[in-house]
């Protein structure tokens, strides 16, 4: 993996157990998921620790496999990474599954926060120094952010530690159900991430320290089927935007379509977006009516809001008028 991405590309993010569905590359050959989507290998919180020897075995067959069918075949690939347990692991299935760089895009880095996250930063950099050049994605879900005494002092001292790597790390990711099970909270269909309190000030503080320089994808929504799955998605994703998060964390195929649809920006936008980008500013002016003529654009204002705008409607499409 090389080439340059952008966090926005990752969008719903698929998570798999990486010693089950045996059939998956297959699946991705011959294109059964709907797309775009990303694809997460979980040796983490989805494997027992007596069973983590045999799943990286399965893990390495299957992605064996994958490497064989793009070398027969032509299909879309999404964007893949193993969820791993520990740095000593990272540094250790980074060297084992150096045969099959070329289809994987990174790492996922669980509980990431100031108890591992200097040994997590040394494996990255050692994984480096061997050639190896992946992405990382750190997810905040450990139960020691939730003491208001040292959340905002430690949450800015794991930002500066990630500055070191800041060019790796694709995006910043949060464990909704991780936080709610510290509180022994869960929510209901009808329900969103934002309605237990306690988790939602947690995730509100992550993004405020930061999404001014990383994009920060949305926590999993775990319904999938039955009644009000997909309403409860799409409210909690609308809420999700509005709170400076872009992507999701999905657990199943159903959850993917919905998560697109919801990523896409409104023609509305879109022409807005277009405007303030463009703007010259030769007539002196940096403020003017949408095209609508609804709202107020203003260039100095609304320059980030319009990027971001611009990168969804590359990733993701304008929603049909």
């Given at each position: 993996?090389t080439?340059?991405?952008s966090?926005?590309a990752?969008?719903p993010?698929l998570?798999c157990?990486?010693?089950?569905?045996?059939s998956?590359?297959d699946?991705?050959?011959?294109e059964?998921?709907?797309?775009?989507?990303s694809?997460a290998f979980?040796?983490?919180?989805?494997?027992?620790?007596?069973a983590v020897a045999q799943?990286e075995q399965?893990?390495?067959h299957?992605?064996e496999?994958?490497?064989?069918a793009?070398?027969?075949?032509?299909f879309?690939?999404?964007l893949?990474f193993?969820?791993v347990?520990?740095p000593?692991?990272?540094r250790?299935l980074?060297?084992?599954?150096?045969p099959?760089a070329?289809i994987?895009?990174?790492f996922?880095?669980p509980k990431?926060?100031v108890?591992?996250?200097?040994?997590?930063?040394?494996?990255?950099?050692?994984?480096r120094?061997?050639g190896?050049d992946?992405?990382?994605?750190p997810?905040?879900e450990?139960?020691?952010?939730?003491d208001l005494h040292t959340?905002?002092a430690?949450?800015?001292?794991?930002k500066?530690?990630l500055e070191?790597?800041?060019?790796r790390?694709?995006?910043?990711?949060v464990?909704?159900?991780d936080?709610?099970?510290a509180?022994g909270?869960r929510?209901r269909?009808?329900?969103?991430i934002y309605?237990v309190?306690?988790?939602a000030?947690l995730?509100?503080?992550?993004?405020?320290?930061?999404a001014?320089?990383?994009?920060?994808?949305?926590p999993v929504?775990?319904?999938?089927n039955?009644?009000?799955?997909d309403?409860?998605l799409?409210?909690?994703?609308e809420?999700?935007?509005?709170s400076g998060f872009?992507g999701?964390?999905?657990?199943?195929p159903?959850q993917i379509?919905?998560?697109?649809?919801?990523?896409?920006?409104?023609?509305?936008?879109c022409?807005d977006?277009r405007?303030?980008l463009?703007?010259d500013?030769?007539?002196g002016h940096l403020?003017?009516?949408s095209?609508?003529?609804?709202?107020?654009n203003?260039?100095?204002?609304?320059f980030?809001?319009?990027?971001?705008i611009?990168?969804?409607a590359?990733?993701?499409?304008?929603?049909?008028?």
């Open positions: 993996m080439h340059e991405l966090g926005y990752v969008g993010l998570y157990p990486a010693n089950a569905h045996g998956i590359a699946a991705l050959k011959n059964h998921y709907p797309k775009p989507f694809l979980c040796l983490e919180d989805t494997v027992r620790s007596d799943a399965m893990l390495s299957t992605l496999r994958i490497c064989a793009r070398a027969e075949a032509d879309y690939l999404p893949i193993i969820r347990r520990s000593q692991q990272l250790r980074a060297q084992v599954f150096r099959y070329s994987l895009t990174g996922i880095l990431f926060f108890e591992n996250c200097e040994d997590y930063l040394r494996a990255i950099e050692d994984v120094r061997q190896l992946y992405y990382y994605m997810i905040f450990s139960p020691s952010m939730i959340r905002y430690h949450l800015h001292q794991v500066s530690a070191s790597v800041s060019d790390v694709l995006n910043i990711r464990g909704g159900n936080l709610s099970h509180f909270l929510r269909v009808s329900n969103t309605d309190k306690p988790v000030d995730l509100v503080d992550i993004v405020t320290t930061f001014t320089q990383y994009v920060v994808s949305g929504w775990e319904y999938y039955g009644p009000g799955w309403t409860g799409r409210r909690e994703l809420l999700d935007l509005m872009v999701k964390t999905v657990i199943h159903n379509p919905v998560v697109n649809e919801m990523l896409q920006v409104s023609p509305e936008d022409a977006a405007a303030i463009g703007w500013g030769t007539d403020v003017s009516a095209a609508s003529a609804t709202r107020m203003e260039y100095n204002t609304h980030r809001w319009a990027d971001r611009a990168h969804l590359r990733y993701y499409g304008v929603r049909p008028q």
